[in-house]
Structure formats: C-alpha cells, structure tokens
C-alpha cells in the first residue's frame, strides 16, 4: 500500500539536537530554572501548559535573532535533504509536527520545503521575548493532532509514515499505518515502530518497502 503522507517530529530526527528548550536553556544560563520547571510537570505538580509559560517566561527579554541563530547553527540530521528530497521526487507530501517551538521548526519547515508544520508558539514583540507560549503541541499530546492531521490531507491512515525519536512519538505512531523511530531514545519507542534506523540515510529505502 504507498505512502501518501509522512509527519515528521523534528528534534533529533531532522535536526541533531533534540531537545531546543534545553539548548536556549544552556545558552542564556537558565539551566537549573528549566530543570525545576520540568521536574515539577514530571511529578504532577503543574501542567503543561504552566510548565510552558515557565520556561518562557525564563527567557523574557531575550532575541528573537539571537535565538533563531542559535537554533539555525545547530545541525541537520545526516540524510535528511536527501530524504526530504526523495519524497518530494515521489510527489510524497512531509509536514513536521513538534513539541518545539515555531521559532525552530518555522525555519525547517522552509529549508526542507515542507508541506506543513505545527509546534508550540514562542510569543515576541518587537524582536524580544515577551514570556509567553502557545501549547499547541502539549507533551505526548500529538495523536489527536495527527488525527486531525489527516483528515486534512484527506488520506487513509494506513497509507500515513510518522517518523519519530521519543516515547512523544508513540502516540503518534499509533494512528498510522507505518513508524520509524531515528535513534530510539527508549526501548518503547523502538517496541513501538515497524523499523528503526540510526539516521536518515535508508529512510527512503525503508519509505520505499513499506510502499
């Protein structure tokens, strides 16, 4: 059955780095501030979403050109052109789907020539951070936004590729006919994919198989 539609997550599967909150973290000395924040979601004791407003609110004030330079120096993933390149010879739409936020995964979204993308929404005015996030992609939060994803695009689920790295992943995988987990981060996430791959240089080999 050939694949209509691919979704991919970004961080540490199109881009090297896989965490951004952590990297914008380290560069503005926020580290202990960010690892508060998550251990606090961890253990239940904020959601989310106030979890997002933290870390944003960590970095009020800050660039938004510094940042987007910071996030454009990390590196591509190795084969990822040549992947996204691929699909689009097949004349197989990609969008990215992300727990990130806009300033990251707006950019490559445009690089790779993506059909379409969806990620947090880190808030600006007049080139700062103002401290602010929009949750559109909440933590483990992406099988209904898949769902939605492809009713969109009008496809068959089972005609669907989600291409993942965490255990955020997994709900997305479970709402398509096909999974490839780059570099599994956990054995869940390797369990939960049909094949698993340390970068994405046989991504078209394997996109190719499952066709």
Request: glycine residues 8%; proline residues 4%; negative net charge.
């Amino acid at each position: 059955m050939p694949i209509e539609l691919v979704i991919f997550d970004v961080d540490g599967v199109l881009k090297e780095v896989v965490d951004p909150y952590s990297l914008l973290h380290r560069h503005f000395g926020t580290e202990e501030e960010g690892r508060r924040h998550f251990q606090a979601f961890r253990n239940g004791y904020i959601t989310y979403h106030e979890f997002a407003q933290l870390d944003a609110w960590s970095w009020r004030g800050r660039s938004v050109d510094e940042i987007k330079g910071l996030l454009r120096s990390t590196p591509y993933a190795s084969g990822a052109f040549e992947a996204v390149a691929g699909l689009r010879s097949r004349g197989i739409p990609y969008v990215l789907l992300s727990s990130g936020f806009d300033l990251n995964v707006e950019d490559v979204a445009v690089e790779l020539k993506a059909h379409g993308w969806c990620a947090n929404i880190l808030h600006r005015d007049r080139g700062r951070i103002v401290g602010r996030m929009t949750v559109r992609v909440p933590y483990a939060g992406k099988g209904p936004i898949v769902q939605e994803i492809i009713r969109r695009w009008h496809v068959d689920p089972a005609r669907v590729l989600a291409v993942g790295d965490s255990d955020t992943d997994i709900r997305m995988f479970e709402q398509v006919g096909h999974a490839v987990a780059v570099q599994p981060r956990s054995e869940a996430v390797f369990r939960a994919a049909d094949a698993a791959l340390p970068d994405l240089q046989q991504f078209l080999t394997i996109l190719d198989h499952f066709s």
